[in-house]
């Protein structure tokens, strides 16, 4: 097969795994904050649901996951479900998934942070919250940061399970091409295509750490 036809319908497969990979960071970052304040509320409850919530999404696969989001409203209240759902189904679930997942990571940032800033913070007169946004939270990102990279990296290469609903991304498209042409060629282009895009991110996120580094 022509290079260029592979390179063609790879691109098309990309757009959509760039669509996955950046709404699904777009939502879970912050939901993923929230959901880190109820894992630390001093509500038992909350602390409870939310340490459930976490377990589930961290104990199970995400492809299990997108399954139950996808095929759930049919299963659970008898609503027919369609094409155009299959993407909306792979964006819920992959957010709910990694929200978990940067939630703890926000927790070990925050609660590593010593008590003598907050205490600090009381005496110059800063109420709670602006502790929290103007002296905690640059601290805990800067101290996160690393964690995070890790998560956004492994999130390029879990883009490919949207193939589970259908969703035709990149690894959807590179097998469809193996398996017609009998060829590798496919798989070797997009094992290439996710290299660069995961290089783009760890440089992305290695100037950040670096801009975040004003101390060194």
């Known amino acids: 097969m022509d290079i260029s036809v592979i390179i063609s319908k790879l691109m098309e497969g990309m757009l959509v795994s760039v669509q996955i990979f950046t709404v699904t960071l777009i939502f879970s970052l912050p939901l ?49 479900i369609g094409n155009s759902y299959r993407l909306w189904a792979t964006f819920i679930g992959f957010v709910i998934n990694y929200a978990a997942y940067f939630a703890e990571i926000y927790r070990s940032g925050i609660q590593s942070m010593p ?44 883009t490919s399970l949207a193939f589970t609903l259908g969703v035709m991304e990149m690894f959807t498209n590179a097998k469809a091409l193996a398996a017609s042409q009998a060829s590798l060629m496919p798989f070797v282009a997009a094992g290439i295509f996710y290299y660069v895009f995961n290089l783009i991110v760890a440089v992305v996120m290695d100037y950040a750490e670096k801009k975040l580094s004003y101390y060194q």
């Open 115 to 158: 008590a003598g800033q907050y205490e600090a913070a009381k005496l110059l007169g800063y109420s709670r919250p602006q502790t929290f946004v103007k002296i905690i939270m640059p601290q805990a990102i800067k101290r996160i940061l690393p964690s995070v990279t890790n998560e956004v990296i492994t999130l390029v290469k879990d």
């Open 32 to 80: 993923g904050l929230l959901i880190s304040f109820g894992r630390m509320a001093k509500s038992r409850a909350l602390r409870t649901v939310v340490q459930g919530y976490i377990s589930i999404m961290r104990g199970t696969p995400l492809m299990l996951q997108l399954m139950v989001v996808y095929f759930g409203p049919y299963y659970l209240f008898g609503l027919q």
